[in-house]
């Protein structure tokens, strides 16, 4: 079992920034692929990064590239994503998962957080 928790989320203006956390235990981390989704109101949960366990890949959806980075720390055993130039319509509830492979999709992955709640206000 891996239990996953994140945090970092809260309420920013328009253009500003967040870094959220992820930060894991139970299983070993270092193994893993982690993800970054999000759901916003009425909408399906959608994935934003994801990261290999090396770190040497990574996957953006096309709406947070050049805006968002996921990293990780295996010897901390923490995902990060950094968050710049926020806008409006990146406003959800933010999830990290880990999983076998660091895939786009919500099957691909075993383990998720609570999620912490990102407000991007205009």
């Known amino acids: 079992q891996v239990q996953l928790v994140e945090s970092g989320g809260g309420l920013v203006q328009a253009g500003g920034f967040l870094r959220l956390s992820c930060a894991a235990s139970?299983?070993?981390?270092?193994?893993?692929?982690m993800g970054w989704f999000r759901q916003a109101p009425g909408k399906e949960r959608e994935f934003v990064a994801a990261?290999?366990?090396?770190?040497?890949?990574?996957n953006y959806a096309d709406s947070v590239k050049g805006r968002f980075t996921i990293s990780r720390d295996n010897a901390k055993n923490t995902a990060y994503l950094q968050m710049n130039s926020l806008k409006p319509e990146d406003t959800a509830v933010y999830y990290c998962?880990?999983?076998?492979?660091?895939?786009?999709?919500?099957?691909?992955?075993?383990?998720w957080g609570q999620g912490t709640q990102v407000t991007v206000s205009s």
């Open positions: 998962a880990a999983g076998i492979a660091a895939t786009a999709t919500t099957g691909g992955y075993n383990y």
């Open positions: 990261i290999s366990w090396s770190g040497g890949i990574t």
């Open positions: 139970g299983r070993t981390f270092i193994r893993l692929g």
